[in-house]
């Protein structure tokens, strides 16, 4: 049932998460180099992070929509099993076999819980119960908030106080998905349980090279912007900038977005996001470059939500946390982790304006396989 107050959860929730994914990507790395680890195997743990957002989500999906259990009760259970380890880290962090396993763990449980929570509020949208956009939306505030307090924070407190943020941040979202509103689960015999239709199979495929021409930017943005000559607080407001824009079309347009045909808004989405990393690559004025982070909102936020809109309704009943699984682990998980390496070859050869200018064609490539989507 949904009310009021399961829908102040999944907004709880969001805020959690976001600020959690605020302090694990610009502090995971520094807390690791503070205990001494060198850079190849805090390069291995941050990976196994992006590893775990291909494995967990389909994995729980699936376990989900043969088991039937509530995406609540399976959200309380990851989140306080990720505080657990969490809470190890200091304890294993001298023993470096049982810290990387435990990393990993975390990493598994934490990049679970994030599409069934984003399908739960699809369907409770879909029902015209909740605006998806306003339930979103506070994720990116927390991600905002944190990203913004983390550094001021732990200049004055030791990294070993790192992990005990984390912890309560897990703990909340647990105390979030105690509130959760049930859905009914749509029983089906085993031998229906089928594959996926071709259409929501291209949507995947779309959803990997819209995150795989995201490379350059989330791998090389910051160290770009600081190699033409802007200062640290400088590339934090560009970062800013972005997410704001994200935030506003969540809060005003996320509505009006899911009711839009797919295609077309997918094709506006890559046109925009090809434009943005061209831009990027060719210029360094200040002026374009905040004009353009503010094709955020296109490139991620209008993009993600028509996305998973449509991930609800391609797949068959009894698959759609298995479909949200999958649509994370081939775009977030795969299409980002790839995506990231492969600019990484690019900027060491080349520079990062082709890092951008090769993200930009692989936008406008995706636009090709974008024309066959259902209209």
């Known amino acids: 049932m949904v009310t009021a107050s399961s829908l102040h959860h999944i907004r709880l929730f969001y805020a959690a998460y976001f600020a959690a994914m605020g302090l694990i990507l610009p502090f995971f790395p520094v807390y690791l180099a503070s205990l001494g680890y060198s850079v190849v195997v805090i390069g291995m743990m941050t990976g196994l992070l992006a590893a775990a957002k291909v494995i967990a989500p389909p994995c729980s999906g699936y376990w989900l929509d043969t088991r039937g259990m509530a995406a609540g009760r399976f959200i309380v259970l990851a989140s ?24 990993l763990l975390f990493g598994m449980l934490w990049a679970a819980v994030l599409p069934l929570t984003d399908g739960l509020s699809i369907h409770v949208s879909e029902a015209a119960l909740a605006d998806y956009g306003r339930l979103r939306v506070w994720g990116s ?37 105690r509130g959760f ?3 009914e689960h749509v029983e089906m015999p085993e031998m229906v349980y089928s594959g996926f239709s071709r259409a929501l199979l ?5 959803s990997f090279l819209m995150q795989l021409s995201h490379g350059a930017y989330y791998g090389f943005f910051s160290l770009y912007l600081l190699d033409i000559g802007y200062s640290g607080w400088q590339v934090g407001m560009f970062w800013v900038v972005g997410v704001l824009a994200e935030i506003v079309l969540m809060w005003r347009w996320a509505k009006p977005i ?83 390496m492969a600019c990484g070859l690019i900027v060491a050869t080349y520079g ?16 090709l396989v974008a024309r066959r989507l259902p209209r």
């Open 80 to 103: 306080c099993l990720a505080a657990l380890c969490v809470a190890l880290f200091n304890v294993t962090s001298s023993y470096t076999p049982a810290f990387i396993s435990i990393v």
């Open 141 to 177: 505030i927390g991600f905002v908030v944190t990203s913004l307090l983390g550094g001021i924070v732990f200049g004055e407190v030791s990294l070993a106080w790192f992990p005990w943020f984390l912890v309560v941040l897990m703990l909340v979202m647990a105390f979030a998905g």
């Open 181 to 183: 509103p049930s859905i």
């Open 202 to 206: 291209l949507l995947f495929v779309v």
């Open 258 to 340: 899911q009711s839009m045909p797919l295609m077309p808004v997918i094709l506006v989405c890559l046109l925009l996001t090809g434009l943005r990393w061209l831009g990027t690559g060719w210029s360094h004025a200040w002026w374009l470059l905040v004009l353009l982070q503010c094709l955020h909102a296109a490139s991620f936020a209008a993009f993600h939500v028509v996305a998973i809109t449509w991930v609800k309704r391609l797949a068959p009943p009894h698959r759609h946390a298995a479909a949200q699984g999958w649509f994370s682990a081939t775009g977030f998980g795969l299409g980002t982790t790839v995506g990231i």
């Open 352 to 367: 990062f304006s082709a890092a951008f200018y090769t993200c930009a064609g692989i936008a406008f490539l995706a636009m």
